[in-house]
């Protein structure tokens, strides 16, 4: 009974490792006709449904189908952004949603939700070693004999029929018109395809990701040593609590007076000196109070460490309270001056990236505070922050940032809304396809012909085209690129 109970269990090992390489490979096949060559589009959300489903087929203990398709759920809706349109964001957020479908899998996801981002850390270092790991496993047999030995031995042993059966057929096709016209009809190039280095490179880079998803691994804790050991911290000797509080007042004094002078300047609307705009006023603010922000949450989080003087502190808990709110108005601030700016020059893809890093610090600010006050932990804090920058590029994903840029410097340019900066159709022609309804906009609002309006339309048809040249492969599809295309011929029916 026990041996047939050993076979069973030696049986059944043996039918999941093949099912595991059988899958293996499939998936490393349809990345390659997927991904390989072809524009980024639908491919990218059928590849990232594939891999979580293959994640689930081969997971040790596979889940219910009930659970199975929850999981499937939550990957779709992960990577629903990928077929609005190809993004690096919408692409970054569908592998972080397969591995965590991969670690929830081998139950190696934690309970606690701020322990997540610490796991993912010690995931990723895996994942260039876990298939070299695992090769070098399995290519060693329990006996002390290699694999490839055995296999090499296997190969040896077909080699004279192989060669003796070429010479026989040599013969036949030299003695037989109908063979050597068959021999003379198979057409191998196709074989110097996949004889391509940049093809190998694709697929061992593939291969390394989807082995890592379907076995993954973490790295392990360090341990702590058990032996109390006295260190000699610096933070704790250059930061005590008189030097917290010196810190702390001269900090508040310094962002007092800057706050001060935004308030007059930016929000009452003060006059400035001579010689100085507030253009200039508001260039030279709009980033260095960001990174003086950043700089300030850096600098509170190793105050109020945990054991340290300013977690015990009354005063310097109210010191750096009422620090983070000044930093927390001086991001508002940044937001004024970059608002006051765009209007001066225009919107970029630059200034509205810099205007959303804005809000996502003066968020941070906030849970510091609010981790302040709760005494909650530095993991809840930077889980926070992660679960507010998945949320910003889930939903950035699907946003044409590009084609609202366009549509925001025409609507509020000098030629259109009579009011504001003249407009740069250079810039427009730069930010691609997505510019034409707002190109369209333009030329339907103003009726001179000048030389600026014949460029404008010379860079829409330009863009038309660039954009009619793209692929047409279905695995390029995407749902913006398919508005654009309806909008170009209802366009096209109009001018006719």
């Known amino acids: 009974?026990?041996?047939?109970?050993?076979?069973?269990?030696?049986?059944g090992r043996s039918?999941?490792?093949?099912?595991?390489?059988?899958?293996?490979?499939?998936?490393?096949?349809?990345?390659?006709?997927?991904?390989?060559?072809?524009?980024?589009?639908?491919?990218?959300?059928?590849?990232?449904?594939?891999l979580a489903a293959a994640v689930l087929l081969t997971a040790r203990k596979r889940p219910s189908p009930t659970v199975a398709a929850l999981y499937l759920g939550l990957s779709a809706l992960a990577v629903a952004p990928l077929l609005e349109a190809p993004s690096v964001s919408g692409f970054i957020l569908s592998m972080m949603a397969i591995i965590l479908i991969a670690l929830r899998s081998a139950r190696l996801l934690p309970k606690t939700p701020s322990a997540i981002p610490l796991t993912l850390l010690r995931f990723m270092p895996v994942?260039?070693?876990r298939l070299p790991e695992t090769c070098r496993f399995y290519l060693r047999s329990h006996s002390g004999r290699t694999i490839f030995g055995t296999v090499l031995k296997s190969l040896t042993g077909w080699m004279l029929p192989l060669a003796m059966g070429v010479v026989f057929l040599l013969l036949f096709s030299a003695a037989n018109p109908l063979i050597e016209m068959g021999l003379h009809n198979i057409d191998l190039r196709f074989m110097l395809n996949f004889l391509d280095i940049g093809r190998f490179a694709f697929w061992l880079v593939a291969a390394t990701f989807i082995w890592a998803v379907m076995r993954p691994r973490l790295l392990r804790k360090c341990?702590?040593?058990?032996?109390?050991?006295?260190?000699?911290?610096?933070a704790s000797r250059f930061l005590d609590h008189t030097a917290l509080v010196r810190c702390?007042?001269?900090?508040?004094?310094?962002?007092a007076l800057q706050t001060l002078l935004d308030l007059m300047y930016l929000?009452?609307?003060?006059?400035?000196?001579?010689?100085?705009?507030?253009a200039e006023y508001v260039h030279r603010g709009a980033y260095p109070l960001v990174a003086t922000a950043l700089l300030a949450a850096a600098f509170v989080l190793i105050a109020m460490r945990r054991g340290g003087p300013g977690d015990t502190s009354r005063l310097i808990r109210t010191l750096v309270i009422a620090w983070i709110l000044q930093n927390v108005m001086l991001c508002l601030s940044s937001i004024l001056r970059l608002d006051l700016y765009v209007e001066t020059y225009s919107l970029t893809g630059l200034r509205f990236a810099a205007g959303i890093w804005m809000g996502l610090v003066a968020t941070g600010l906030v849970f510091i505070l609010l981790q302040i006050a709760s005494r909650r932990s530095n993991e809840w804090l930077i889980s926070m922050n992660l679960v507010t920058l998945a949320t910003v590029l889930y939903l950035g994903a699907f946003f044409d940032s590009s084609g609202?840029?366009?549509?925001?410097?025409?609507?509020?340019?000098?030629?259109?809304?009579?009011?504001?900066?003249?407009?740069?159709?250079?810039?427009?022609?730069?930010?691609?396809?997505s510019a034409i309804p707002a190109i369209d906009l333009y030329l339907s609002a103003t009726?001179?012909?000048n030389d600026k309006r014949r460029f404008a339309s010379f860079a829409r048809q330009r863009l038309a085209a660039r954009f009619e040249a793209r692929s047409q492969d279905w695995r390029s599809w995407s749902y913006r690129a398919h508005r654009m295309e309806n909008y170009l011929r209802s366009a096209a029916l109009i001018e006719r």
């Not at 595991?20 to 096949?29: D, N, P, Q, Y």
């Not at 341990?223 to 610096?234: E, F, G, H, M, Q």
């Not at 929000?267 to 507030?278: Q, R, Y």
């Open 267 to 278: 929000w009452c609307g003060a006059e400035l000196p001579s010689g100085m705009s507030h």
């Open 404 to 433: 609202f840029i366009a549509r925001f410097n025409v609507e509020n340019s000098m030629e259109v809304g009579q009011q504001g900066p003249p407009l740069d159709i250079q810039y427009l022609a730069s930010l691609g396809p």
């Open 447 to 449: 009726s001179d012909d």
């Open 1 to 11: 009974m026990q041996l047939m109970n050993a076979e069973w269990l030696v049986m």
């Open 223 to 234: 341990r702590r040593s058990s032996i109390n050991v006295k260190t000699d911290n610096p």
């Open 248 to 255: 702390l007042l001269i900090f508040n004094l310094l962002f």
């Open 15 to 50: 039918f999941h490792v093949k099912r595991r390489a059988t899958v293996f490979i499939a998936m490393i096949a349809l990345t390659d006709f997927l991904i390989f060559k072809q524009a980024p589009g639908f491919n990218l959300f059928l590849l990232s449904i594939s």
């Open 127 to 129: 994942i260039l070693i």
